[in-house]
């Protein structure tokens, strides 16, 4: 079953450094061993992947996870060696290092989007009404709760 949550994927992961990628596949992106800039064609030295950590705290931990989900591509977790940074300061992975965690479920993912975008609306409101209304935002932030 995919990780469909964030008890799921530190008890998978522990403290360990790990990596999401949003792509055709773990065996594709094993095949194929490199990531592309789709704006100037260049090859990285590797995959693209957002680097985490199963320490980050919960709520920079979930808003990193989600970062990419807008390529609608399945998304999932591995373990891997980095082997530099691609063109847009991403850290990139050796495929042949690679070992597979879990998928990511896609109505988790929707969910952590949702999550985000309420605290996105939140900061927001507390900025239109000032510095210390944002300063206060914070406290009342929405939980990650049940994600």
């Known amino acids: ?42 090859t990285h030295d590797g995959l693209s992947a957002i680097r985490l950590s199963g320490d980050m705290p919960d709520s920079d931990l979930l808003r990193r996870i989600s970062e990419y989900c807008h390529t609608f591509k399945p998304g999932w977790v591995c373990l891997a060696k980095e082997t530099g940074i691609d063109t847009d300061g991403a850290p990139t992975i050796d495929a042949d290092t690679m070992e597979l965690i879990d998928d990511l479920d896609a109505g988790w993912i929707k969910r952590i989007v949702d999550w985000s975008i309420a605290c996105d609306d939140h900061r927001s409101a507390a900025k239109r009404r000032g510095y210390k209304a944002l300063a206060e935002c914070y406290a009342t932030m929405p939980k990650p709760e049940g994600l």
């Open 1 to 42: 079953m995919a990780i469909n949550s964030l008890d799921k994927l530190k008890s998978l992961v522990g403290n360990k450094t790990f990596y999401v990628r949003y792509s055709s596949g773990f065996e594709v992106d094993r095949k194929y061993k490199y990531s592309k800039d789709h704006q100037t064609g260049e």
